[in-house]
């Protein structure tokens, strides 16, 4: 492709977008909205609004909920640590809940039987 056909291209190209930004501008300038039309769209603005709201609401009380989790479950750790005995109880009861390998295998329990996992998730 020559120079100048590239250039013609360019400029027809270039012609038709500004016929179809035109065109666009004619559109939105056209239609008039009514009152209703007006009201719809600012109900809608506000609905999204509030479930923009709801969401990031919600998004923050489970961030804080994982915190209050993690921030137990660290000083209940410390705690058994340090006094096995004391917290016997509670490795007895996670010993007897818990039935996925990785979290047995994170307290040092051995991995259950199938047969094992399905009885206790039937419990």
């Known amino acids: 492709m020559t120079p100048d056909q590239l250039d013609q ?3 027809e190209t270039t ?3 500004d016929n179809e930004i ?3 501008k004619n559109l939105t300038t056209a239609r008039k909205f009514t009152r209703e039309d007006q009201e ?3 109900k809608n603005w506000k609905n999204l609004r509030t479930q ?7 998004s923050q009380q489970e ?4 915190s209050r989790k993690i921030i137990i479950g660290g000083l209940y750790l410390s705690k058994m640590q340090q006094d096995p005995e004391k917290y016997a109880p509670v490795f007895s009861m996670l010993e007897k809940t818990l039935t996925r390998d990785r979290d047995r295998k994170l307290f040092g329990f ?10 206790r998730k039937s419990k």
Request: proline share 0%.
């Open 110 to 119: 051995e991995a259950l039987s199938s047969d094992q996992k399905n009885l």
């Open 52 to 58: 923009k709201e709801k969401t990031a609401q919600r």
């Open 63 to 66: 961030r804080d909920q994982t």
């Open 15 to 17: 012609q038709h977008i």
């Open 22 to 24: 035109s065109k666009l």
């Open 40 to 42: 719809q769209q600012a």
């Open 9 to 11: 291209m360019i400029f």
